[in-house]
């Protein structure tokens, strides 16, 4: 993860110190910066940070911005399967009500999750039940499957191991055995969200170092009424686990990763600029309540970018494709409010301009769950 800081300002406001004839810039290269260390729990690859960390970064850049009585624009090259795509974790809440205080806009790459295999919806019907399958590969040590339902649907949930077990997993359950290590929370509807959760915990069992291998079901058997039968479900983001571990029939739709789903935020997929296509790895749409998700995309692949302790680097990912339409936003913010010519440039105002003037991508239908509103 070295670098990925770095790289990231460096795209949206770099001023080309280290490059010949200073060539290689950001597209606000005359921004100033706000730069947050945000404290990883963990250590190693298995660090991660919590939302609430990144909350509390936020917060402070927010409050810096209206100390300088200056625009700001909020980038997050992050992201996360930790919810319900629909915009209402706790998170996105907060990035969309904050999105009203003074004058900013908030930039979020869409993730890297368009081909992960990692998300796939069933549609549980009244009269039959229905089963998915997933594999698990070799090697993960720790591992969650999240199971998002409606409230009002009424069935039970067993997860089929590859030993041969087969668990109801709709209860809160605690597996501790030779070969599997599970535990099963149920999340009843909260302020937030008036959805169901069921998140299963996979973790090493007794005479092994890592999760049981191979395919995994999970069966969805109808105990009552079916009122609307949708079911979601996301494995981590492809951070988190290997390449072998997904569903089997995935969806590639509804990737988008949290918080680029929130409400009134502007969030970035990758273009790739040598096929000149959306990025087959960049998060999709539409969210799962039906927004638009992408908004724009931008150049995601081999991006130039500052490498940690100096030179220049390639890098590839929503991740670089954010910063660019952050930099872009920075200066026409400039334009309109430190010079003058629109002081109301800024939140939806500004989401609007940007997605008017973006470029569709190779004759695909616009707006598209790929590309949103086009190219920047």
């Not at 790289?7 to 280290?18: L, R």
């Not at 009269?127 to 499957?145: C, K, P, Q, V, Y």
């Not at 130039?304 to 913010?333: D, E, H, N, Q």
């Amino acid at each position: 993860m070295g670098g990925h800081g770095t790289a990231v300002a460096s795209i949206a406001a770099g001023d080309g110190t280290d490059s010949r004839g200073n060539i290689i810039r950001g597209s606000a290269y005359r921004a100033e910066l706000i730069v947050v260390e945000l404290k990883r729990v963990g250590d190693g690859n298995t660090g991660y940070t919590r939302t609430i960390d990144i909350m509390e970064g936020i917060d402070y850049t927010l409050r810096k911005a209206i100390e300088l009585q200056k625009p700001i624009v909020i980038n997050l090259s992050y992201g996360t399967n930790e919810g319900a795509h629909d915009g209402n974790t706790l998170f996105e809440n907060y990035i969309a009500d904050i999105n009203g205080i003074w004058k900013n806009m908030i930039v979020i790459a869409a993730g890297n999750e368009g081909e992960s295999r990692h998300h796939v919806r069933t549609i549980v019907k009244s009269a039959e039940n229905s089963r998915t399958e997933f594999a698990i590969g070799e090697n993960e040590r720790d591992m969650r499957l999240f199971i998002w339902k409606y409230f009002q649907d009424e069935f039970e949930i067993f997860l089929n191991t590859p030993s041969g077990k087969r668990i109801n997993i709709l209860e809160s359950v605690s597996i501790n055995s030779e070969r599997e290590n599970i535990d099963s929370v149920m999340v009843m509807p909260t302020p937030y969200n008036g959805k169901q959760l069921i998140e299963v915990q996979f973790r090493a069992g007794k005479n092994l170092n890592y999760v049981l291998p191979g395919i995994w079901g999970i069966e969805f058997e109808v105990s009552g009424k079916i009122k609307c039968g949708v079911v979601d479900m996301w494995l981590p983001t492809i951070e988190a686990i290997g390449l072998s571990t997904g569903f089997l029939r995935p969806s590639s739709d509804t990737t988008a990763t949290i918080p680029a789903t929130a409400f009134k935020v502007l969030s970035v997929g990758a273009y790739n600029q040598t096929t000149e296509s959306v990025a087959a790895f960049s998060g999709r749409g539409f969210t799962a309540d039906g927004r638009l998700v992408p908004l724009v995309v931008a150049a995601g692949v081999d991006v130039l970018a500052a490498g940690y302790g100096g030179g220049y680097v390639r890098k590839t990912g929503t991740s670089f494709a954010a910063p660019l339409v952050s930099g872009y936003a920075a200066c026409i913010m400039e334009w309109g409010i430190v010079n003058r010519n629109d002081e109301n440039m800024y939140g939806e105002k500004l989401i609007a301009y940007i997605t008017k003037y973006a470029d569709g991508v190779n004759g695909e239908e616009l707006p598209g769950k790929r590309q949103g509103w086009g190219l920047i």
